[in-house]
Antibody, heavy 123, light 107 residues
Framework: QVQLQQSGPGLVKPSQTLSLTCAIS??????????WNWIRQAPSRGLEWLGR?????????DYALSVKSRISINPDTSKNQFSLQLNSVTPEDTAVYYC?????????????WGQGTLVTVSS | DIQMTQSPSSLSASVGDRVTITCQAS??????LNWYQQKPGKAPKLLIY???NLETGVPSRFSGSASGTDFTFTISSLQPEDIATYYC?????????FGGGTKVEIK
């Protein structure tokens, strides 16, 4: 059974960096049949995909254009986890952030999700 | 980006009713359409993948179908535990995009 456990601060000041970690159990961040995603949910904006990292002989990243200049998603193979960093945050980045596994191949669902972390951007 | 237009945004039905939610993609997504259930304070849960495939462990009263760029999600007999918000999501093309959600309530 795959489990994703999120950690990180719930309050970030404007202009600072939002950092969250997603620890994986039951699968490997280096799996050749999965991708590891970050998604956020703000009341006014619904579910928004932010980006993903995955390993296919080397590491790849894909990012949403809306955050591409500010985002970094990185794997940590030693701890079997991946992280989200979002720079220069504003109150518009206030949302519940989720990590999720994407089972790649013919089906591609987001089949396992973390518990969610409410991040508030406020001074 | 592919736009996912989901309707209705909310509905109220009685226990035992048949409930239908639709989702229209702005372009061909080759049936790469998933449905999720989200209860308050919880992460979305995968119910249906590739338009009509039931995820393991999900009750058979949930189903999905496709016709071109139009997708339908059905609860054949609404149960009290089905109260939630349901989302469609396309996984054909990046960025992954979601419908706006349908909040299902008991009448």
């Amino acid at each position: 059974q795959v489990q994703l456990q999120q950690s990180g601060p719930g309050l970030v000041k404007p202009s600072q960096t939002l950092s969250l970690t997603c620890a994986i159990s039951g699968d490997s961040v280096s799996s050749n049949s999965a991708a590891w995603n970050w998604i956020r949910q703000a009341p006014s904006r619904g579910l928004e995909w932010l980006g993903r990292t995955y390993y296919r002989s080397k590491w790849y990243n894909d990012y949403a254009l809306s955050v591409k200049s500010r985002i970094s998603i990185n794997p940590d193979t030693s701890k079997n986890q991946f992280s989200l960093q979002l720079n220069s945050v504003t109150p518009e980045d206030t949302a519940v952030y989720y990590c999720a596994r994407e089972k790649t191949g013919d089906t591609r669902p987001l089949d396992y999700w973390g518990q969610g972390t409410l991040v508030t951007v406020s001074s | 980006d592919i736009q996912m237009t989901q309707s209705p945004s909310s509905l109220s039905a009685s226990v035992g009713d048949r409930v239908t939610i639709t989702c229209q993609a702005s372009q061909d997504i080759r049936n790469y359409l998933n449905w999720y259930q989200q209860k308050p304070g919880k992460a979305p849960k995968l119910l249906i993948y590739v338009a009509s495939n039931l995820e393991t462990g999900v009750p058979s009263r949930f189903s999905g179908s496709a016709s071109g760029t139009d997708f339908t999600f059905t609860i054949s007999s609404l149960q009290p535990e089905d109260i939630a918000t349901y989302y469609c999501q396309q996984c054909n093309t990046l960025p992954l995009t979601f419908g706006g959600g349908t909040k299902v309530e008991i009448k």
